[in-house]
């Protein structure tokens, strides 16, 4: 992180810099997260094909937008978030590439979607990013993004769900994530905390840092759900089928059809 800072300090911002720390920092917590971004953009096109239109919902630093192109050069993304440092550092890896479009808005806001610049999307795709929300909010959130896919389009999320039959499985999952995690800070990784830390500490990040906290306060987990309930609101929201299409001992990828 340090070509960063200062870099940042030099009035030239290395914005993909930023994004690749935040990428790392990401790994340090699911080192298979390119796994479930390769199996997602799969099935993106198989539902899609090429050149899907992709709404990348709570985009953060725009970590799925990125893959996308680079896997979809025809592709085009609308990035969604509230977060104004993790917007920037989108916005500005992102700038001057007529695919990408980025929006803010708060989508516990009942008329997010107002904010979007279409009606209908070939894919809506989220990563990591809702867990924070709770089931009744989360429960909403699906039914107003069921509209927003065409027919026979799909929307995926890829994110913690736990399945609270399984202590034992569940508790020794966790003990050897937590123990590699030890071993991978041991050698120099940066946690949420930290990354954070250095953000505020940037010239040019320390004030969008400062209003994502007066926004968000500090990082909170929902409910975490388990894949069976995904499953089945997203089926109540409106979409024909859904089920898991890629799953880890504590994280999965749902996907439903609409």
């Known amino acids: 992180m340090t070509d960063v800072t200062e870099t940042a300090a030099e009035g030239t911002t290395d914005w993909r810099a930023w994004q690749d720390s935040w990428d790392r920092q990401q790994e ?13 953009l799969d099935m993106v096109e198989a539902f899609a094909g090429p ?37 920037a550092i989108a916005r500005g890896t992102f700038q001057g590439d007529e695919r990408v479009s980025f929006v803010t808005a708060d989508l516990k806001d009942p008329r997010w979607t107002e904010a979007l610049p ?34 026979g389009g799909v929307f995926m999320n890829a994110d913690h769900m736990i399945d609270e039959t399984t202590p034992r499985i569940n508790a020794a999952e966790r003990a050897s994530r937590h123990a590699r995690m030890d071993r991978a ?33 500090e990082h909170a987990d929902g409910d975490m759900p388990s894949v069976a309930w995904h499953a089945g609101a997203l089926r109540s929201a409106g979409f024909g089928e859904a089920r898991a299409v890629w799953r880890s001992p504590s994280d999965a990828l749902v996907l439903a059809v609409r």
Do not use: N
């Open 118 to 151: 279409h009606t209908t999307y070939d894919a809506v795709l989220t990563a990591t990013a809702l867990h924070w929300l709770h089931s009744e909010p989360l429960a909403a959130l699906y039914g107003q993004l069921a509209p927003l896919v065409r027919d």
């Open 51 to 87: 050149a899907p239109r992709v709404l990348d919902l709570a985009c953060g630093t725009g970590s799925i937008t990125d893959r996308l192109l680079k896997r979809f050069p025809d592709a085009t993304s609308v990035g969604v978030d509230l977060d104004p440092a993790l917007l």
């Open 185 to 217: 800070r041991g050698e120099g990784a940066v946690d949420w905390a930290e990354w954070w830390a250095l953000a505020a500490a940037d010239p040019v990040l320390a004030g969008p840092t400062a209003r994502r906290f007066e926004i968000y306060g």
């Open 28 to 40: 340090w917590y699911m080192p298979d997260r390119e796994e479930r971004f390769r199996v997602m």
